[in-house]
């Protein structure tokens, strides 16, 4: 089972490598000519799983995949009626939430965010009409960094938008309305959502409460998730396989110790069958109202398997129990493996087997639950690695402490206090003082642990060829005692550490246009210096474009400081991301055409026309402004150009028609370029005709968000590219574009929406 198993989910990570959905023809003749082969040969049952697993996910897809939105109607205001089908939440400038619906007779689940103060807060459930305007599933393509995509795809999200403030929008009677069980479920968390707050109000931590008892972690504060990061505590937070196990095994010992004191009982059925069942309902509906996730799923799955074998009363290994929930899971949902929590749930209990099961205990439980934590670290670091590029060291210690701490006293408050909340608030209130009140006290260790320089170990994005070193090294090292020289196997850690891309050659230059939606950053990067030249938008106080968008690209260059940054003015779409920028790595020299002092690091200044340097035999010159410039805004921004050789890079940011003139009125000739970044996005206030033809470039590179809301490039601004036969990409169409610069060559630009594409991106 366990070699089938694991086949099956190697067939299944393949397919979600491809790009596009084979044709029925494929997916239907090749598993049935590899039946044939297994059953004549049963040594080909690994390579049929693994095709199968491969044809599974595809066949999952064609099944069930959800209605594709229309790009006919992108843009448009549309009139919906539906369910809001998951809870609210709720910042300072809009509330989001999953809308369902169905238009021309297609089921829809749409994301959607409500830019307005609503009388009353929207619930789980309601049913609504709205004036909508919707788009397709798109989100920033870059060489690192969240796949907004493929997120929404696991959602079965088919568009997303906003409501548009009209008097129309009104809740609807519901008594019309025929409710699933999907929708009392989340009718339900609701519920239960909205009594926690009223019980937990003025307590601190309630965010984290909420999370154990529902699994809604969407108030969980951002100085709350950092700590948690940092000290390698986050799963704790969710409703994990740990606590779904807890709850069983609590439940089961109480019905067989209830029912083994009952002779009447006894006489009926076996006092473990009742213990049984009672343990898996428990476990279900702990999981249902934590939504599913895949940790809940996971551990429901390992639940089920156990009590089954305990039921059959036969020995089954704690390893096929494991590859038994694998093979459900991978068979009911292939996506799963598309998520992150599916790897670290499925790899942590792995490691537990392996390292725990089997082997001489100590009769110290101190020193086993320490042996336990550091082993876990170690056997989870090429994970850690490859999912986040960050390890915290401080984690053995913090979970140490904080798995028991949390698991036997925290969570069960919680469980009392959720369980009688609606049904005696004196018990409840004293049950979610306990909760919170451990909370205060674990937090005090964990922010303390936090705040230790060395807690945290920053890597870059690991090498493809240096991920089979590391596992090895991993198990060696988590092989039992006696096994001769396991120490070594450290120095196969060494690659995913150390390792990194090559940089660009002495002389050469890789020049990276990010995809950060409607605004612009531009990464330029030598042979050993880095520059970034804008830092993208802030959208809102947990994103922006410097902290998730910038910092994973660097990261996965192997960039771990910047030489200089140079914001070219105070704009939104340009400016955002710079303070988190800043904050997150070593920024040398940050050049800016705001005020200086507008950016949390020491030493900014503004830039100045004539202000140049060399770096591993490239130059470097700013062209504008001047340093008595009158003009303000889009006009006053950094305009640097770049040389490599023969070739010639300008990034003017944001001038218009104005400042256009006056560079060329004063730079004549040297404005000539190979690469040009359109002037504001391809403004119709910018790229001039007689700027166009000055610069004269191969190659214009135009940074804009995907059906941006001011319509950039404009039609006039592509127009006069067309004129001059210059070619143009758009970030909204390539996302990241990456172009190698030699002294005498370009690279064909790379389009990394297309190098990344997936079947389930937009087409």
């Not at 519901?174 to 479920?185: Q, S, Y």
């Not at 009223?198 to 309630?206: F, I, N, R, Y």
């Not at 390698?232 to 029912?259: C, D, E, K, M, Y």
């Not at 110290?364 to 170690?378: D, G």
Request: glycine share 6%.
């Amino acid at each position: 089972m366990r070699t089938g198993t694991i086949a099956f989910m190697i067939g299944i990570v393949a397919a979600q490598q491809s790009s596009q959905i084979p044709s029925i023809v494929w997916l239907s003749t090749i598993p049935i000519a590899l039946l044939g082969l297994y059953l004549a040969k049963p040594c080909f049952k690994p390579l049929f799983a693994c095709v199968l697993g491969y044809n599974w996910v595809f066949a999952s897809v064609l099944l069930f995949q959800h209605t594709v939105f229309s790009s006919e109607l992108e843009g448009k205001e549309i009139l919906l009626e539906g369910t809001i089908a998951s809870i609210p939440k709720s910042t300072s400038r809009s509330t989001q939430f999953i809308f369902k619906t169905e238009l021309n007779r297609e089921h829809y689940r749409l994301k959607l965010s409500w830019y307005e103060k609503l009388e009353w807060p929207l619930q789980a459930g309601e049913h609504w009409r709205l004036l909508v305007k919707l788009k397709r599933p798109h989100g920033s393509m870059n060489p690192a960094g969240f796949d907004y995509e493929r997120s929404l795809y696991r959602q079965r999200i088919s568009a997303t938008g906003y409501v548009r403030r009209n008097d129309i929008n009104q809740r609807l009677d519901e008594d019309t309305l025929t409710k699933t069980v999907f929708d009392r479920v989340i009718m339900l968390r609701q519920s239960f959502a909205n009594s926690l707050r009223s019980a937990l109000k003025d307590k601190p931590h309630q965010g984290i409460v909420e999370a154990l008892a529902i699994g809604n972690r969407g108030r969980i504060t951002t100085s709350e998730w950092d700590i948690l990061t940092r000290t390698g505590t986050i799963h704790l937070v969710a409703i994990s396989g740990l606590h779904i196990g807890l709850v069983a095994g609590f439940i089961f010992f109480i019905i067989r110790f209830l029912v083994s004191r009952n002779k009447f009982l006894m006489r009926k059925a076996p006092a473990q069958f009742p213990a049984a069942v009672g343990a898996v309902l428990a476990a279900f509906i702990y999981a249902l109202l934590a939504g599913f996730t895949i940790p809940t799923q996971r551990a429901f799955l390992m639940v089920c398997v156990f009590m089954m074998a305990l039921l059959q009363r036969r020995a089954i290994r704690s390893s096929n129990i494991l590859a038994l929930s694998l093979l459900v899971m991978l068979v009911v949902d292939p996506m799963s493996v598309l998520d992150v929590g599916f790897w670290l749930s499925f790899g942590a209990v792995a490691i537990i087997l392996f390292a725990a099961v089997g082997r001489i205990k100590t009769p110290s439980f101190i020193y086993e639950m320490n042996r336990l934590q550091i082993v876990i670290a170690l056997g989870m670091l090429p994970l850690m690695i490859i999912f986040f590029q960050r390890v915290s060291l401080v984690a053995p210690i913090a979970n140490v402490v904080s798995v028991p701490w949390i698991s036997f006293v925290t969570v069960p408050a919680t469980l009392l206090g959720t369980l009688f909340v609606n049904i005696s608030s004196f018990v409840s209130d004293g049950m979610f003082w306990v909760a919170t009140k451990s909370l205060e006290i674990l937090w005090i260790f964990l922010e303390w642990l936090s705040t230790q320089s060395w807690a945290v170990l920053d890597t870059h994005v690991p090498l493809i060829w240096t991920l089979m070193p590391a596992s090895l090294g991993a198990f060696y090292l988590l092989m039992p005692r006696g096994m001769p020289v396991r120490w070594l196997s450290l120095i196969l850690f060494i690659p995913i550490l150390l390792v990194e891309k090559p940089a660009p050659k002495y002389g050469e230059l890789n020049l990276t246009l990010m995809d950060v939606g409607q605004g612009l950053s531009v990464l330029l990067q030598t042979a050993r210096h880095s520059l970034v030249f804008d830092t993208g938008p802030r959208y809102s106080s947990n994103f922006d474009a410097g902290k998730n968008i910038i910092v994973p690209v660097l990261k996965s260059q192997g960039i771990d400081e910047l030489d200089a940054v140079i914001v070219s003015h105070g704009d939104n779409d340009h400016s955002g991301g710079a303070n988190s920028l800043t904050d997150a790595m070593l920024v040398h020299q940050v050049y800016s055409g705001a005020a200086p002092k507008r950016w949390r690091s020491d030493g900014a200044i503004a830039c100045v026309a004539g202000q140049e340097w060399q770096w591993d035999g490239i130059h470097f010159e700013m062209l504008h402004p001047q340093r008595e410039q009158g003009q303000g805004g889009n006009n006053r921004s950094c305009v640097l150009q770049v040389r490599v050789g023969t070739n010639v890079i300008l990034l003017p940011a944001d001038i218009e028609r104005d400042a256009e003139l006056q560079l060329v009125a004063q730079n004549g000739n040297k404005l000539k370029s190979n690469i040009l970044i359109a002037p504001h996005h391809g403004s119709k206030t910018s790229s001039s005709m007689q700027f166009i033809e000055k610069v004269s470039p191969e190659i214009v590179l135009i940074a804009n968000g995907y059906r941006n809301r001011y319509g950039f490039p404009h039609h006039s601004v592509t127009n006069r590219f067309k004129q001059a036969q210059i070619k143009w990409l758009e970030t909204q169409h390539s996302g990241a574009i990456s172009i190698l610069v030699t002294p005498k060559t370009l690279s064909q630009p790379v389009r990394w929406r297309d190098k990344l594409r997936r079947y389930w991106h937009s087409q």
